[in-house]
């Protein structure tokens, strides 16, 4: 029985590594997923600025930043929705060709990015053509999800433990024998997995935005006996 135990491990690729455990035994890998349309995004979008002086370029950033931030809320943002992600003040150098130079400091850098969850899918592009037009020129990402993926992730364990056992009993009744009890069962479940877009800021306005789907996957391992 030990050697039934054994081979079955070799010709199963998807077998999650774990200790061999005490008589024959099958360890299979299942997965599910299922298909959502999302009802958020995030947008994750920010502002540059340049000034001579750092308190100056840290200034004009943060009178832009306040314009983007007062048309969010205008635009029935919540303020649980919009979080700063990255807030940033370098200096400029001079672009000395000769290495030997010392570069000297020309100004200051100030950027400052903040991440919006929009709950209205119709209200996207409208509030990313404003935001560019309140002083947004930093755009870094846009992706899709779900407000609430609960029901979609126990469907998706469904479906991943069922292929388990389909694959279980393929495997077990191929080399002569059958599925004893479950021995132990390991979720390894990641959830949604966000749709990811990119675009420069410039070309957001008048884009269209697809939505799409989002899936929802779920993997388990299980171990069961074996008998034959």
């Known amino acids: 029985m030990r050697v039934l135990f054994l081979s079955l491990c070799l010709l199963w690729p998807l077998a999650a590594p774990a200790q061999v455990p005490d008589g024959p035994a099958i360890i299979v890998t299942g997965e599910g997923v299922v298909?959502?349309?999302?009802?958020?995004?995030?947008?994750?979008?920010?502002?540059?600025?340049?000034?001579?002086?750092?308190?100056?370029?840290?200034?004009?950033?943060?009178?832009?930043?306040?314009?983007?931030?007062?048309?969010?809320?205008?635009?029935?943002?919540?303020?649980?929705?919009?979080?700063?992600s990255g807030l940033h003040l370098s200096p400029r150098q001079e672009d000395y060709r000769n290495a030997s130079s010392t570069p000297r400091v020309v100004g200051f850098v100030a950027t400052n990015q903040v991440t919006v969850r929009v709950r209205d899918l119709d209200r996207i592009g409208p509030v990313l053509d404003a935001v560019v037009r309140e002083g947004a020129n930093r755009f870094d990402g846009l992706s899709f999800g779900l407000t609430d993926d609960s029901a979609a992730l126990a469907e998706a364990r469904r479906q991943a433990v069922a292929d388990a056992r389909a694959k279980a009993e393929t495997y077990a009744g191929a080399a002569g024998a059958t599925l004893g009890p479950i021995r132990l069962i390991q979720d390894q479940s990641g959830g949604a997995a966000p749709v990811q877009m990119r675009m420069a800021a410039e070309s957001v306005q008048g884009v269209p935005v697809a939505p799409g789907e989002v899936s929802v996957r779920a993997s388990v391992t299980i171990t069961w006996d074996l008998a034959r």
């Open 35 to 84: 298909a959502m349309r999302p009802d958020m995004a995030t947008i994750r979008l920010g502002v540059t600025t340049e000034a001579r002086g750092a308190a100056q370029a840290l200034a004009d950033n943060s009178a832009e930043m306040a314009d983007i931030l007062a048309f969010l809320r205008q635009e029935g943002v919540d303020e649980a929705d919009i979080q700063t």
